[in-house]
């Protein structure tokens, strides 16, 4: 008989377990205690020995279902545990938001059986749903405050907590060094149960895993603006130094020929006096091109033009440059 009550303490629950341990009681009583076939007692000190055994069957009935529980418990923190270190590799190697919580929906939906959305600011700070391939729910605008009200609060707020307790999804700050980078809004399949305080914690570190992956995708991407302002600095210093010099040159030019045209004019032979003009004029269309280019330029800065690409022949480039020298 107690074998009987631990095999249905170990594959059912509680009360079935109770039934069962009454129920041997009974059929001790009925089949092994005379008179048989009856549960009629005639010696009194049967009923201790009922007693005995009830208290006995119950509290093995308990302890097959405690131990039951902890090695379900366990199984359950050990896929948690698993799934939460495959998580962290995956995220360790994305760089893109969109891989980042598509991989993070995946393994909440599979842990805690869940429908999972997530909420990043725009420019004017509000939330706004990004869409994932996997998991994902409808919010709505009523969702959305709930939502909103945990970003701005660092809060969790909705299902199964004291904070709008009337939402239809659970919803967690993405807490990261630099501050809030999102929310993430779970509904569990059984809506009626909700989160148990071990879920909850486990939850917690999925939602911080992908919040730091977000925070260094956000750095990744603040550090390469930095390195191309800073290349664009520097061509740009480059580029003015290139044309005050290219400037200064025909200026030169064109100064020096115009005065010795000034001064010698009279002792200066016709064929020398020609050369001095047309080098002026050289320099003058020299000086036109630079500038032409410079205001191209500007313009092609500030987007007022499109710039079409064309493959140009390398040679071309050097030839001129000699050409110069």
């Known amino acids: 008989y107690l074998l009987g009550i631990v095999l249905t303490a170990m594959r059912t629950g509680r009360w079935p377990a109770l039934v069962s341990t009454i129920l041997s009681v009974a059929a001790f009583d009925f089949f092994f205690i005379p008179p048989f076939y009856t549960f009629a007692v ?19 009935a308990r302890l097959t279902l405690r131990i ?24 360790a190697q994305e760089r893109k938001k969109e891989k ?24 004017q700070g509000e939330l706004a749903p990004w869409e994932t391939k996997t998991g994902a729910f409808a919010v709505d605008r009523k969702e959305q405050g709930v939502a909103q009200w945990t970003f701005e609060n660092r809060h969790p707020a909705g299902l199964g907590t004291d904070t709008l307790p009337g939402a239809r999804a659970l919803y967690l700050p993405m807490m990261a060094s630099s501050g809030v980078v999102g929310v993430v809004g779970i509904i ?18 999925f939602v911080n895993q992908t919040a730091m992956a977000m925070e260094r995708t956000i750095l990744a991407k603040e550090a390469h603006e930095e390195r191309l302002k800073a290349e664009t600095q520097k061509v740009r210093n480059a ?4 044309v005050s010099h290219d400037l200064r040159t025909p200026l030169a030019v064109v100064a020096g020929a115009a005065s010795t045209l000034q ?34 330029l500007t313009r092609l800065e500030s987007g007022t033009i499109t710039l079409k690409k064309a493959w140009q022949p390398l040679e071309e480039i050097i030839g001129a440059a000699m050409n110069r020298v």
């Open 68 to 91: 039951r529980e902890q090695a379900e418990a366990s199984r359950k923190r050990e896929r948690s545990t698993s799934a939460l270190y495959a998580l962290s590799r995956q995220l």
């Open 263 to 296: 001064e010698k004019d009279a002792s200066l032979e016709k064929r020398a006096r020609l050369e001095l003009l047309s080098t002026i004029r050289e320099e003058t269309e020299r000086l036109e091109r630079i500038i032409r280019n410079v205001l191209n």
């Open 42 to 60: 005639d010696d009194i000190r049967y009923v201790l020995t009922f007693g005995v055994m009830l208290a006995v069957a119950n509290v093995i």
């Open 188 to 205: 569990p399949e059984d809506a009626g149960r909700g989160f148990d305080p071990e879920d909850l914690h486990f939850l917690e570190s």
């Open 239 to 242: 580029f003015l130094s290139s």
């Open 100 to 123: 980042i919580f598509d991989h993070a929906a995946r393994h909440i939906g599979e842990v805690f059986h869940s429908q999972t959305a997530f909420l990043i600011p725009n420019s």
